[in-house]
């Protein structure tokens, strides 16, 4: 007995000394995570970046880790807020207290995975989302629109210059098939100087791409996907960003954007920018001779554009309080706008005019109110409401006819396209309101609702006598959704949502064979949709993203009203029905200095009452466009991206896309039993194989410390597509040829960016570019840009 109380005292002095071996080996760190708006953050995640040490904070905020001491940076993050990263010392067998404050992610993104060249995965979101950063791009003269070509499946098409036309392309849908917010705020009816290709790079601090499936917080009706612009925001004391560039075709683009954020709460912004260029680049075509009356379009002439002067102002500003009891951000809003526009030619190149333009203004007044935790716990709310005046002469009163050599003669009767002088007044109210409700750390309900209510009214400067005039266009939609997320693990997590669209829609038909008689007509239209998605981490750096979505896109005014000058709608289109699949792998790795990233997506769509754009001939040789309904059009490709960096000094990468949009009608009419010859053909006029790379160097310090150079070269390829269907036996005259495109950019920056000094050469190969059939785009061009950034903490 005695032998075993003996080793039993062994066993138990050696136990004590190796517990309290390992606690003087040991720290504890705790604190509490607190909400910059006064609060805590409860079930927040807590970890020591590197390590495997890491929990949850509790309902009151509070957490506490034992980890072995050393030096760790500690990272916390929260659904809603931005995540903070802090370096800590952790000294052996001592207690590290570190409160942490969270900043509010108002556009409740998620989680972020940064790669190499500013563009980030939104991490823990189910949805297949990226987003762009900016910061990189703003000693550029690009656009946003410009910006966004650099994201995997992405193609901008224009039709001419600065100010022209411009579509967005996502995974196959382009046009009205993807929709444009602004700090979540949808973008219908704002008018052109607020068209992507009009706003600077500058404006934004990031661009968040949603493909194919799209959160209800949105609450839209898109099929493609969503593009939000995030402004720059929660900016610390005063700032001012200032640019001014000069380039080829006589072009000027000036910005400023200054603010400041006062202790109490209070803040104030302005943001200005304006764009003007003469357009007076060379093209290739051919021309009408005026004394046969004909175009020989086998003689091709290089002629310069001598109609086309483009101009646009634009002034934002905002005033309002943020970090409030009873408001995280109340801000009120008002923007002006002004735009005037030279049409140089229709739809298609061969027409030119020399005296038709277009000119407008807007007027937009607005509010935005978000509260996070509003009367308990967990709830948030946010509310956004605009009313936009958009004014907009259409004039075409021209005597004379021209030719692309700036000949001219007089014309029977007065107008080159149609005779008119109309002015539309479209008036457009836009309000949101969203509400998630968190409920522990594993649920988050969402409801949120979308009211759009729009009319038009026209009034001829020349006729007052047209009855169509008398007859307002009005739509009115609502769109109601509802979602749940459920996250009980950190490695994946569930959506599955409903959605209602309700549409009412009221015009002028005409009832006379002479279109002189008109009567109000009205429709209703009313669906429902769903779906669901989800993520999950195959490995720690290895995430895939599968979601489906039974998706509606209501017609939008364009295509229901026409552009009152060279489109025609159609007040009897259908809404487009869509199933929609995705399918994302990502990675994502660190080795040292060494970034990689790649991805790649796989994308379906079986579309019913597809809304197609055509171009359609009109009498004297004229053409104009009108949207119809198709029918069922499927949709199948891929994309592909991968990018890496090293250290501060190197970024590269690329996209490739592949999309097959294909006739999925079987017969000439419902009910015929006659084949259609264009069943499982590609679809017209849509760019279907596409890809883009870029490199970039950094050089820090150069010749001061502080400074930094930069030089980028980027290129765009796209693959020739037919203006027609394939199957119908179109010419090579109707194909838009291969283009492969080069940039290239570089900028010196001085005092830590203070002072910034860019050059660019676009298209330095001097390509013919085009992105729609026989609308040339611009050759080589230069353009140099100064900026300036300061701030109050610089």
């Known amino acids: 007995m005695r032998a075993f109380f003996l080793k039993f005292s062994l066993c138990f002095v050696f136990l004590l000394s190796a517990v309290s071996a390992f606690s003087q080996d040991q720290a504890l760190i705790s ?44 990272v916390v993050s929260a659904v809603g807020y931005k995540t903070e990263e802090i370096q800590v010392l952790l000294v052996a067998g001592e207690r590290h207290k570190q409160n942490v404050t969270l900043i509010p992610q108002v556009e409740e993104l998620e989680e972020a995975v940064v790669v190499s060249n500013g563009i980030s995965r939104l991490k823990r979101s189910a949805f297949n989302a990226i987003a762009l950063d900016t910061k990189a791009l703003q000693n550029s003269t690009q656009n946003l629109s410009e910006a966004l070509a650099q994201a995997p499946g992405m193609k901008i098409r224009e039709s001419g210059g600065v100010g ?16 444009v917010f602004i700090d979540g705020v949808p973008q219908e009816g704002v008018g052109s100087s607020f068209g992507l290709n009009n706003i600077p790079v500058n404006f934004a601090e990031r661009i968040e791409v949603y493909k194919g499936v799209v959160p209800v917080g949105f609450g839209t009706d898109a099929i493609g996907g969503v593009i939000n612009i995030v402004t720059k925001r929660n900016q610390k004391s005063w700032f001012l960003d200032a640019s001014y560039s000069y380039g080829s075709f006589n072009t000027h683009k000036s910005y400023v954007n200054f603010g400041q954020t006062f202790r109490s709460g209070f803040i104030y912004e302005i943001n200005a920018f304006q764009n003007y260029s003469d357009n007076d680049y060379y093209v290739d075509t051919p021309v009408k001779n005026f004394e046969t009356g004909a175009i020989n379009k086998k003689k091709i002439e290089h002629v310069k554009r001598f109609h086309d002067n483009y101009h646009n102002e634009a002034v934002a500003g905002k005033i309002g309080v943020a970090g409030k009891i009873w408001a995280d951000r109340l801000v009120f809003g008002f923007t002006w706008s002004n735009m005037y526009k030279d049409i140089q030619t229709g739809v298609r190149q061969e027409i030119v005019f020399g005296g038709k333009y277009r000119k407008g203004y807007s007027l937009m007044p607005s509010l935005e109110y978000r509260k996070r935790d509003l009367f308990t716990k967990g709830l948030d709310v946010v509310l956004t409401a605009n009313y936009n005046k958009n004014v907009t002469h259409n004039v075409d009163t021209s005597s004379y006819e021209f030719n692309w050599r700036g000949e001219m003669r007089p014309l029977r009767m007065p107008g080159e396209q149609s005779y008119q002088n109309i002015r539309s007044d479209n008036n457009n109210w836009n309000g949101t309101f969203t509400v998630n409700y968190r409920l522990g750390r594993s649920h988050v309900f969402t409801f949120n609702h979308v009211i759009n209510d729009f009319r038009r009214s026209n009034r001829s400067l020349l006729d007052n006598s047209s009855e169509a005039n008398v007859i307002p266009k009005e739509t009115r939609k609502n769109i109601s959704g509802f979602s749940y997320r459920l996250m009980p693990k950190e490695h994946w997590n569930i959506s599955v949502f409903g959605k209602y669209y309700d549409q009412f829609i009221a015009g ?14 009205t429709n209703s239209i009313g669906a429902m949709g769903y779906g669901a998605a989800g993520t999950y981490f195959i490995l720690k750096s290895l995430q895939g993203k599968l979601s489906y979505e039974k998706a509606y896109r209501l017609p939008t005014n364009e295509e229901m009203f026409g552009d009152e000058d060279l489109e025609t709608g159609d007040i009897a289109l259908k809404p487009e029905n869509s199933d929609n699949v995705n399918l994302n792998l990502s990675y994502n790795e660190l080795f040292g200095k060494h970034s990689v990233y790649a991805e790649g997506g796989l994308i379906y769509r079986n579309t019913k009452d597809y809304i197609q754009r055509n171009i359609s001939g009109l009498s004297g040789g004229k053409y104009g466009a009108t949207y119809v309904n198709h029918g069922k059009v499927l949709t199948k490709g891929y994309t592909v991206s991968f990018r890496y960096g090293f250290a501060n000094r190197i970024s590269a990468g690329g996209n490739f896309t592949q999309m097959d949009v294909r006739d999925n009608v079987k017969t000439v009419t419902s009910g015929s039993n006659q084949a259609s010859l264009t069943y499982k053909a590609r679809m017209p006029n849509l760019p279907y194989r596409f890809a883009n790379s870029d490199i970039t160097f950094y050089w820090p310090d150069l010749l001061r410390k502080g400074n930094k150079l930069t030089v980028t070269y980027d290129n765009l390829y796209m693959h020739r597509f037919p203006l027609y269907s394939e199957a119908v036996g179109s010419e090579s005259k109707f194909i838009v040829p291969t283009q492969f495109s080069h940039n290239l950019t570089i900028s010196y920056g001085v005092q830590e960016g203070r002072y910034n000094f860019s050059f660019e050469c676009r298209n330095f190969t001097n390509e013919k570019l085009y992105d729609n059939f026989s609308l040339q785009k611009a050759g080589r061009a230069f353009y140099g840009k100064v900026r300036v950034y300061l701030s109050g903490g610089r």
Not at 164 to 172: F, N
């Open 31 to 74: 604190g509490k995570i607190l909400s910059a708006e006064g609060g805590t953050v409860d079930f927040s995640t807590v970890y020591l970046k590197g390590s495997s040490y890491g929990g949850v904070a509790n309902g009151e905020g509070i957490y506490h880790l034992k980890a072995p001491a050393g030096r760790y940076t500690l």
């Open 164 to 179: 022209s036309d411009m579509q967005l392309m996502m995974d196959g849908f382009s046009g009205k098939h993807v929709k």
């Open 508 to 521: 002028p038909i005409a009832t006379s064979s002479a279109q002189d008689k008109y009567i109000r007509t």
